[in-house]
């Protein structure tokens, strides 16, 4: 989860605005029953999934935990409308439980997806007779088509360029188990990051040639920097990372049951669309939306996207920003929105010559929790008797106005016919410095929480 990066050149906020500003806030807050959960900060986060055995198969930033399984009582059948890289499914399949999961990005729900099939005896002993091919240098000197991306070659040092494609190649072209194919593809996907001249930062990515100094960023001196990274020789710390991956993962297969493990349900679109063809009853729906920041997942995740062939043109990778949810710039804004008066009361705050304003930020913010109320009322519509749907949300702000998403999803929640909600703050948002002057005594209203409907 990211705090959102304020823009610098929005202007002061007089204070009987911010005297509106904090009892329409103080308001919001007073519907709603407030918990503190500080207990469950760690868990809302990815770190914990780094070391854990098939969680760590690709580093998905935005996941959170499956101990919130255990932690929150799911019960045995959970949906995750927002699965992301299928934390939770994988959570649930471990503990023999079912869940279904939905994501709008095709890379996601690829990830999610190799997590989950197990692999037989003999696959595993492909994958092995693979890694020993890649190790004794006898794969195709051919090489895969560089994608259309036009970064593309910006992205990797022409030594490792080579050697990816070439080991991309010899994963298309000798392989023809279909679970196989997938397993090793994911393990090349995720060894782009590391291979690369680049690495995420925020809501995109930045070149490793670039250092962050106090100020800006200043330029690392040429062959040095990639000495550092990739060592003397290249090409071996391309095949080197690529096959240490897939090592990792069959020594994960050794290290968990895969026999007691159950099946689930993942399926890749918009949360909003699938939701109303799903049928069942679930004990407990759990999931984090996108954040209301303007974070777009598929500007940061573009290089797996291209890389991987879930896009091959521009217009696909279009069509996929157009059908995430409201929560950025390049989702689909001209929808119409359902108007939610406490959130325009807040937008009426906004200073008008701000950046916000004037880069269509009030319509995003429509769009999104009319989102979230379509998603809302489908789970209302799934959940069993007894049930609970749990949010994990952060709140967000604009032109010196806080945007209290978790407040706001919990009247939402009361509208499409829960009958209690409870927001259990989990850990305070830093604000950033420009703003946190404008913001002056309410950036308590800054926080991570999860709202629980039921
Ligand atoms: C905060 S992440 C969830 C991460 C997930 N909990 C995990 O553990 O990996 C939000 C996810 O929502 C997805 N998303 C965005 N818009 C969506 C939509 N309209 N329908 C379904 N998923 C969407 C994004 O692709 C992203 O994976």
């Known amino acids: 989860m990211f705090e959102r990066d304020q823009h610098a050149s929005d202007g002061p906020m007089t204070s009987t605005l911010l005297r509106t500003q904090e009892s329409m806030l103080r308001e919001l807050d007073s519907r709603v029953e407030f918990a503190m959960r500080p207990d469950l900060a760690s868990l809302v986060h990815w770190k914990q999934n780094n070391t854990a055995p098939v969680h760590r198969w690709y580093r998905y930033r935005e996941g ?87 970064i593309a070659h910006k992205l990797f040092e022409p030594t490792i360029m080579t050697a990816m494609m070439q080991l991309r190649r010899t994963i298309e072209d000798h ?10 593809l994911l393990a090349w996907i995720s060894s782009l990051e590391s291979v690369g001249s680049y690495f995420k930062e925020g809501n995109g990515i930045k070149y490793r040639n670039m250092k962050r100094a ?38 994960d297969e050794g290290r968990i049951d895969r026999g007691a493990w159950s099946p689930q349900r993942i399926e890749t679109g918009n949360a909003a669309e699938v939701l109303p063809n799903l049928h069942g009853e679930m004990d407990s729906i759990l999931f984090s939306p996108p954040y209301a920041n303007r974070f777009d997942y598929f500007e940061a995740l573009k290089v797996e996207l291209w890389f991987g062939g879930f896009v091959s043109t521009y217009e696909e990778l279009r069509k996929l920003r157009k059908s995430s949810m409201r929560s950025h710039l390049a989702s689909d804004l001209t929808q119409p929105s359902a108007s939610l008066e406490e959130l325009s009361g807040l937008i009426a705050l906004m200073d008008e010559s701000s950046y916000a304003m004037r880069t269509r930020v009030p319509g995003l913010l429509a769009g999104y929790f009319d989102d979230m109320r379509k998603v809302l009322e489908q789970c209302r ?50 604000v950033a410095p420009q703003q946190r002057l404008r913001l002056d005594g309410l950036s308590q209203y800054m926080r991570e929480s999860v709202v629980e409907l039921w």
């Open 214 to 251: 106090p100020i800006s960023y200043v330029r690392r001196p040429e062959g040095e920097w990639q000495r550092a990274r990739f060592g003397d020789d290249q090409r071996a710390f391309a095949v080197q990372t690529y096959t240490r991956r897939l090592q990792d993962m069959l020594e």
């Open 64 to 150: 959170f935990s499956p101990k919130l399984i255990d932690v929150l009582g799911l019960g045995d059948r959970i949906l995750d409308p927002f699965a992301g890289s299928g934390s939770v499914m994988v959570g649930a399949a471990e503990r023999g439980l079912s869940s279904a999961g939905i994501d709008v990005n095709p890379l996601a729900t690829f990830v999610a997806g190799v997590k989950l099939a197990p692999l037989s005896r003999e696959q595993i002993a492909m994958v092995g007779a693979h890694i020993e091919l890649i190790q004794s240098g006898r794969f195709a000197t051919e090489e895969w088509p560089i994608p259309a991306l036009n």
């Open 175 to 184: 392989v023809d188990d279909d679970a196989v194919h997938r397993y090793l």
């Open 381 to 430: 519509r799934l959940l069993a008797r007894g049930g609970r749907v749990f949010v994990v949300v952060g709140n967000s702000a604009y032109a010196g106005v806080i945007v209290p998403s978790d407040a706001l999803i919990a009247e939402i929640g009361r509208r499409v016919g829960f009958s209690n909600v409870r927001v259990s703050v989990v850990r305070p948002l830093a």
